[in-house]
């Protein structure tokens, strides 16, 4: 298939432009480079002209374009014919969707309502969406199935997923030509094994791998523990943390959903939780990684975060059973690739 990834410059835009080059399909990216550097599709380029199913160096079509600007979509809808389109642009930090909640919504809700205008009057009908396990609130059952009821986002960040979860499913209860694939991500961590691409946050980072490789690499002294009183193991907060290599394929995986003869058995159209269904705590983590990659990381326990949740886990038994996808990558591998990218990388693509 010839699929048009919007975001496709990012951390998981990335590694799924490896995915599906592999697997034998092609992409056009359009990313308006405000979280993400070109080098990392040029790095792609360079992975993939070492993957025995590729051999060759492959120039992938980049447009730096923002999906807010309708005219410069057409453009690149005129100039391809998509099969799909695996969405992946929006604004993603938690901390700053409280701050500019306004531009959390303008930018990817309406980012998204003039990407979809634009595909279907290019007769583009077939779309997957980045969601998050953000959509569960905190969730009523452990692990988490696609059934679990929607909950309260804490977040604008987290609105927009869940607003644009009913929009997208709106549209195809509307007209049924409309092929709607939600993909519910839990912690995506890792990078690819190669140490070429990876995760290159900006600023300080908010989320617990990217802080933990940098307080590796000397750029943070400490990580600070976001609470050790919750009712877990150990008391820090529990996650699914799935390898983004894995999530990757997910995707590539999720393009059988647009198959004429594909159904899905529960009810819930094509909903899918990707994770590993394993939770583990921070400091689970934290002595992984130190175990794996034999780098001390210091640690003082801090008051809770905000909007933090005990625990939150999949259960990804939907995803094995209907598309036949299931996590291949354990936890140690997780912390080996995110150590190794950012070890080789230490200022990520220097944006
Ligand atoms: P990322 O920031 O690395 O990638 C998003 C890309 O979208 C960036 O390259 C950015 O430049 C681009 N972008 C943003 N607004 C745009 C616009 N208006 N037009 C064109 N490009 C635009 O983030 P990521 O981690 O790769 O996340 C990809 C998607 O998955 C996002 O929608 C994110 O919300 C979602 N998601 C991420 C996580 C996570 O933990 N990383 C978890 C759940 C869901
Ligand atoms: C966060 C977002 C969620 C988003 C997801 C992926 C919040 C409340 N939730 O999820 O909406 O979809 O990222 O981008 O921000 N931790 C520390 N110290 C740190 C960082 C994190 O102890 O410096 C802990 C957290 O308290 C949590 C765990 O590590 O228990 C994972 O945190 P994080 O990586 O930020 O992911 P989530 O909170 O699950």
Redesign the pocket.
């Known amino acids: 298939m010839n699929i048009l990834l919007t975001g496709g410059a990012g951390f998981i835009g990335s590694h799924t432009l490896v995915e599906l080059y592999k697997a034998g399909h092609t992409a056009v990216v359009v990313d308006n480079l405000s979280n993400s550097s070109p080098e990392s599709i040029s790095r792609v380029g360079a992975i993939l002209a070492e993957e025995p199913t590729v051999g060759h160096p492959v120039e992938i079509p980049f447009f730096p374009v923002d999906i807010r600007d309708r005219a410069a979509l057409e453009e690149v809808f005129s100039r391809y014919s998509f099969d799909a389109c695996i969405h992946f642009a929006g604004l ?1 930090a ?2 700053e969707s409280v701050e500019k909640p306004w531009e959390y919504y303008e930018n990817n809700i309406g980012g998204t309502l003039i990407l979809v205008d634009v595909m279907r009057r290019h007769g583009c009908k077939n779309i997957i969406f980045s969601s ?3 959509v569960y609130g905190d969730p009523a059952e452990i692990p988490i199935t696609e059934q679990c009821p929607k909950g309260q ?3 604008p ?2 609105w927009t ?1 869940s607003m644009l979860e009913q929009i997208l499913s709106d549209l195809r209860e509307a007209d049924p030509e409309w092929h709607v694939v939600l993909l519910r ?1 839990f ?2 961590v890792g990078a690819h094994p190669s140490g070429r691409i990876g995760e290159n946050p900006n600023g300080i ?5 990217p ?1 933990i490789t940098q307080v590796a690499v000397g750029k943070r002294a400490e ?5 050790n009183d919750y009712p877990t193991t150990d008391g ?4 699914d943390y799935i390898h983004v290599v894995d999530l990757a394929s997910g995707h590539v995986a999720a393009l059988q959903c647009f198959q004429p003869d594909f159904h899905s058995a529960d009810g819930q159209p094509f909903v899918y939780n990707l994770g590993t269904g394993h939770g583990y705590s ?1 400091l689970d ?1 934290v002595k992984t990684f130190e175990r794996v990659n034999g780098v001390p990381i210091p640690y003082s326990i ?1 008051p ?6 005990a625990t ?1 886990y999949s259960n990804p038994a939907k995803a094995e059973r209907e598309l036949g996808w299931k996590a291949q990558y354990d936890v140690a591998d997780m912390v080996r690739d995110s150590w190794c990218w950012q070890r080789k990388n230490p200022d990520g693509y220097q944006r």
Request: aromatic residues 10%; proline residues 5%; positive net charge.
């Open positions: 993603k938690v901390g998050s396990a953000t986002c804490t977040n960040y987290g997923k991500y912690n995506p980072p908010n989320n617990l791998m802080y990580l600070g523990v976001f609470g820090t907060g529990v996650r921070v983590m801090k809770r975060r905000a909007g933090d949740i939150c």
